[in-house]
C-alpha cells in the first residue's frame, strides 16, 4: 500500500476511534490492529493536525534600540543574548 493511502486509511480509523468511547487498546483489539502500530499512527495523526512549528524568524537592529534588555539569557560557554 502507498504511504499516502495508508496513511489517509490509519487516519479515518483513528479518526472513528476518537468518536469511539473506547481506549486505544480496546479499538486496536476490536479492529486487529497492533496496539503500538496504533499509537505510532495516533502520534501521526497529531502531528499531522499540529503542523512543524518549525523556526521563528528574528530579524536583528545593528544596535539595540533600548538602553535596558527586558531578557537576558546567559550560556554557559558565556554568550550571552538579549531581548530588548
Known amino acids: 500500500m502507498k504511504e499516502a493511502t495508508k496513511e489517509s486509511v490509519m487516519f479515518k480509523l483513528i479518526e472513528k476511534w ?3 468511547e473506547m481506549s486505544q487498546k480496546q479499538f486496536s483489539i476490536e479492529n486487529n490492529l497492533n496496539i503500538h502500530t ?12 499540529i503542523g512543524n512549528p518549525g523556526f ?3 530579524t ?3 544596535e539595540p534600540v533600548f538602553s535596558n534588555p ?9 554568550i550571552v543574548v538579549r531581548f530588548y
Do not use: F, N
Open 18 to 20: 476518537q468518536k469511539s
Open 38 to 49: 496504533m499509537g505510532y499512527w495516533v502520534q501521526r495523526y497529531k502531528h499531522s493536525k
Open 56 to 58: 521563528a524568524t528574528v
Open 60 to 62: 536583528l537592529a545593528p
Open 70 to 78: 527586558k531578557i537576558e539569557i546567559e550560556l554557559d560557554c558565556g
